[in-house]
């Protein structure tokens, strides 16, 4: 039996709950659409999209003409779903963005209904918030990565373990699926949290209940299809790209990994966690000083506390650390954060109210004075440092974003100066000075920011630079996210496995150029970078036994 605190605040009223479903909406709807694939994620992510909506394959992940073995295909077909249903009214890469929000609005409905059935009817909502607040969330929530995909399953999971000693076959099936969809989407990253939160969780005497085994045996029954039906259709079609999933880029990679015992980046997750699950972190850590006492006793704590640990262990041991993959770790501290606003200190939740209002509102006004300043070419310190940093950027002023930007900075303004005293006030204002700069971001800043992180200008350049005749181009250097880029801006499609039988070679970065240099048999036709970006060159080399042709103009 989970333990609901006592709480003299109000149940939120219909016009309230309406204003929350509104902030989060503008949250997460904001910048899914209206730019470029940006670099990197974004952009590599879109190219096996891509495939997908060219080629109709949705078994074998591929990017540029060449499998990519690393994950599951879940996230990307629908993503691919998203792209076809809009395309009639958005470009292609607008739309599949938008399975971006899919997941995140999922991973949003799910901690609310935890923190919901953890600590009463008036909880949900402030679960909610304090997601959306947390600063590792803003950027990531709105990029096309299959770690959102991850957090649903996560959030799911969570959701079903909470019912599961009181609603088994719901719980069950929760977890069960939520396995399936992080499994489909990343890997065994999923299965391995569940299989450690569930052995975890055996150790309480509150959780060794019949309820609780039979949710978990339901859980295995619902995972059993996503587990098998793919890697069953994938090893049919290829034994070869099975074994390279499962194994050269999964198992065998991560025991490599745990075996050779260079964990130089272990606590790389606890150095983030200060900023990344900001002001959930400081609000979870308060819940548990005020319950210290009954932390092991009560299952609420004991569930939380076991998957935050067993997260942020797994995370810390596994091959590639990002920072993007801390994602799934915000959930249980958010849940804790909940728990924390019936006994947060009136001065402390005060202190943080006024410390969102102060920052949120000073970065606020730099941006509106950075926007002003380019657009009037004035010589502030501000506007020549963001000049510098773009060079050639040439601001034009844009009526709509402009009267977006202002009527929610407005909004923001009435909201921080109306809303009640409460305990939720601290938590709901930083959510809401959050939304207010990413709004910011994505309507006056969005040309300048598509300016450097867009590649459509340099494979517009690159094209026009081509032959009008070759056989193939190969690549030297070349990621995954501009080969991505290259076939969906400009239908190239680079060779990266026989460079040597390709009468054309692009090469990415000073190493290859210099590699390339020595050789006597290429003449470079085009050099180009994307705007701003000087420290990325790319290069394109001819052979020199055949005649250069003219580029057609």
Not at 24 to 34: F, M, N, Q, S, Y
Not at 116 to 126: I, N, P, V
Not at 336 to 363: E, H, Q, S, Y
Not at 434 to 454: F, G, R, Y
Request: net charge positive; with cysteine.
């Amino acid at each position: 039996m989970f333990f609901y605190p006592p709480t003299q605040e109000h149940p939120i009223t219909i016009t309230k709950a309406w204003l929350l479903v509104l902030l989060c909406a503008v949250w997460l709807g904001t910048g899914l659409v209206g730019h470029d694939p940006w670099q990197s994620d974004d952009a590599y992510s879109f190219g096996l999209v891509y495939h997908i909506l060219q080629s109709g394959d949705w078994l074998v992940p591929t990017l540029a003409g060449e499998p990519y073995m690393d994950k599951p295909p879940l996230f990307y077909i629908t993503a691919a779903l998203f792209a076809k249903l809009f395309s009639p009214v958005l470009e292609l890469h607008d739309g599949a963005r938008l399975a971006s929000g899919f997941y995140t609005a999922l991973t949003l409905l799910f901690i609310g209904l935890s923190g919901r059935e953890l600590f009463g009817r008036s909880r949900g909502w402030a679960a909610t918030i304090i997601l959306i607040g947390c600063l590792g969330m803003l950027v990531r929530s709105h990029e096309l990565i299959t770690d959102l995909a991850l957090l649903t399953g996560c959030a799911m999971m969570l959701y079903g373990y909470i019912l599961s000693l009181h609603r088994t076959l719901l719980a069950g099936m929760l977890i069960g699926i939520g396995i399936g969809i992080g499994f489909m989407s990343k890997g065994f990253i999923a299965p391995t949290l569940f299989v450690l939160i569930s052995a975890a969780l055996l150790l309480f005497r509150t959780w060794r209940m019949r309820s609780f085994l039979s949710s978990l045996g339901i859980a295995l029954l619902f995972a059993l299809p996503w587990l098998t039906v793919w890697p069953f259709l994938l090893y049919q079609r290829s034994p070869d790209l099975f074994m390279e999933w499962i194994w050269t880029l999964n198992i065998g990679h991560w025991l490599d990994y745990i075996r050779g015992g260079d964990y130089a980046q272990a606590l790389y997750y606890v150095k983030i966690l200060p900023w990344f699950a900001w002001p959930a972190l400081p609000l979870a850590a308060w819940a548990v000083w005020e319950a210290r006492r009954r932390v092991l006793h009560e299952a609420e704590f004991q569930l939380l506390l076991v998957s935050f640990f067993v997260m942020l262990f797994t995370l810390s041991v596994v091959p590639n650390i990002r920072e993007v993959f801390a994602l799934p770790i915000l959930l249980p501290l958010a849940l804790l954060a909940t728990a924390a606003l019936p006994t947060l200190r009136r001065g402390a939740a005060n202190a943080l109210d006024w410390f969102g209002i102060m920052t949120f509102g000073f970065v606020a006004i730099l941006m509106w004075w950075g926007w002003a300043g380019l657009l009037r070419d004035n010589h502030a310190k501000i506007t020549l440092w963001l000049k510098d940093y773009q060079p050639g950027f040439e601001p034009v002023f844009n009526a709509t974003t402009f009267w977006i930007a202002l009527t929610f900075t407005v909004l923001w303004v009435l909201l921080v100066w109306r809303v009640g005293r409460s305990m939720r006030r601290a938590v709901l204002n930083w959510a809401s000075g959050v939304t207010l700069l990413w709004v910011l971001a994505m309507t006056l800043w969005l040309p300048w920011l598509d300016n450097s992180k867009s590649y459509r200008g340099m494979v517009a350049s690159l094209k026009q630079a081509m032959p009008v005749q070759y056989g193939c181009i190969a690549s030297l250097d070349v990621g995954d996210t501009q080969r991505a880029m290259l076939q969906y801006l400009g239908n190239i499609t680079t060779n990266t496995r026989a460079p040597l039988g390709c009468d054309l070679l692009l090469v990415h970065g000073e190493r290859a150029a210099k590699l390339v240099k020595d050789e006597t048999t290429w003449v470079e036709l085009w050099e180009g970078n994307r705007k701003g970006v000087k420290s990325e060159p790319f290069r394109l080399y001819q052979r020199i036994t055949q005649r250069p042709e003219i580029p057609q103009s």
